[in-house]
């Protein structure tokens, strides 16, 4: 059964832009990062989300490379276009992570929010369940879900290049999401 989660990050675009990347490299298959924000970042590939929209998926996109992590990067389309092409790809891939535009957007997926607890008068007041990122002032989560260690600069970077280190502790540290019933 394919697991479709989807990630929300209102204050911090390069959580954003990695968060997605880390939970795929932590699902301990092979998965699918597709980003439903049009205005999200370059990642690359050889189509956008758009692209495959318009023309329908190819096999090669609807048969996962065993064991990696692919990116279909938005190219500006909005969900509701791509959600039937969502379906389909979820039909054949064993995990697939949603990188969802800042806002409301009402998915038919659940919707995690990836919250940074960042100090002093940035500090969220939000107490419902999320994904908390540390920092390296080690401030406690306000409410349930797990918190991952602080995103370390070789992690970063190694994510940013989509170069996967599954060893990683940030990287391993999204494994318990996966683990959770989220609604």
Do not use: C, F
């Not at 989660?5 to 390069?14: I, N, P, Y």
């Not at 500006?76 to 276009?81: C, I, L, P, R, T």
């Not at 600069?153 to 989509?162: F, G, H, I, M, Y």
Request: no cysteine; proline share 13%.
């Amino acid at each position: 059964m394919t697991r479709v989660l989807g990630l929300k990050t209102e204050v911090d675009a390069v959580l954003g832009a990695v968060a997605p990347l880390g939970l795929a490299a932590a699902a301990g298959a092979t998965s699918l990062v597709i980003d439903l924000d049009p205005n999200g970042p370059s990642y690359p590939g050889e189509r956008s989300l758009a692209e495959v929209v318009a023309e329908g998926p190819r096999r090669v996109e609807l048969t996962p490379t065993a064991g990696s992590v692919a990116v279909l990067r938005n190219g500006g389309v909005d969900w509701h276009a791509a959600a039937e092409t969502v379906e389909r790809l979820a039909a054949t891939w064993p995990a697939i992570v949603l990188r969802v535009p800042p806002g409301n957007a009402n998915l038919p997926w659940p919707v995690i929010p990836v919250v940074p607890l960042l100090p002093g008068v940035l500090a969220t007041g939000r107490s419902r369940p999320a994904v908390w990122q540390k920092t390296d002032r080690g401030q406690r989560p306000p409410g349930p879900g797990p918190a991952l260690p602080p995103l370390r600069r070789a992690t970063l970077v190694s994510l940013l290049e989509l170069r996967y280190l599954p060893a990683r502790r940030w990287v391993h540290s999204w494994q318990a999401v996966w683990e959770l019933p989220w609604p």
